[in-house]
């Protein structure tokens, strides 16, 4: 019998850090179709923060070669390599990051993808004064991907209730690019299945 939680989704910012790995937030597969049916990516794709898969399964479904990891045993992907200490290179890297570590993923991001970097993060990332010194004077993003639709999180087992509250994006650093930073918002339906 599969165990159910009744929560509704929480607020990104008041979410419970995942530190022990038995619960997390699995990304609706809508939201990665409308990164990969928007983006075109060359080479692998390094889904280095995969859960259960729900991501890197739509990549396969795409035809792209992957490989997926996560620090925690979640029953998909290589386990117990920290993302933010690897020293590897590798054509693109696709993830949803933990909340808390974002600023880090994009770090290791971009010193560790051939390509492209892909990072879905809250649309508020664009603020602040530190990521503006530390990020996006220094690697501004190619494009900035934001969802015309909410994103639900909820915790893996919860029953699907209420409506999230928090703006999303898709943050792409392409290393070819040199321009300014575009912004493109995602076409409604992805999330009704209408696309």
Not at 5 to 22: C, N, Y
Not at 27 to 48: D, K
Request: charged share 20%; with cysteine; net charge negative.
């Amino acid at each position: 019998m599969t165990e159910h939680f009744v929560l509704a989704p929480q607020p990104t910012m008041k979410r419970v850090a995942d530190l022990d790995g038995p619960d997390f937030y699995p990304t609706p597969s809508w939201a990665t179709r409308a990164l990969v049916e928007n983006e075109q990516f060359e080479g692998m794709i390094w889904e280095c923060a995969c859960g259960d898969g729900a991501m890197a399964d739509v990549f396969l479904e795409k035809g792209y070669e992957v490989h997926a990891s996560d620090m925690y045993e979640r029953g998909y992907g290589q386990s117990g390599s920290d993302f933010l200490l690897q020293d590897v290179q590798v054509d693109n890297i696709v993830t949803n990051p933990p909340f808390h570590s974002a600023e880090d993923f994009v770090h290791a991001g971009l010193r560790q993808s051939k390509k492209k970097l892909a990072l879905l993060l809250r649309l508020a990332f664009l603020e602040s004064a530190g990521r503006q010194r530390t990020i996006f004077s220094e690697s501004p993003p190619s494009t900035v991907w934001i969802f015309s639709e909410r994103i639900t999180f909820y915790p893996k087992g919860a029953v699907r209730k209420g409506s999230g509250t928090t703006a999303y994006a898709w943050f792409v650093w392409d290393q070819e690019y040199s321009g300014p930073t575009q912004l493109k918002w995602l076409p409604v339906g992805y999330k009704s299945g209408a696309l």
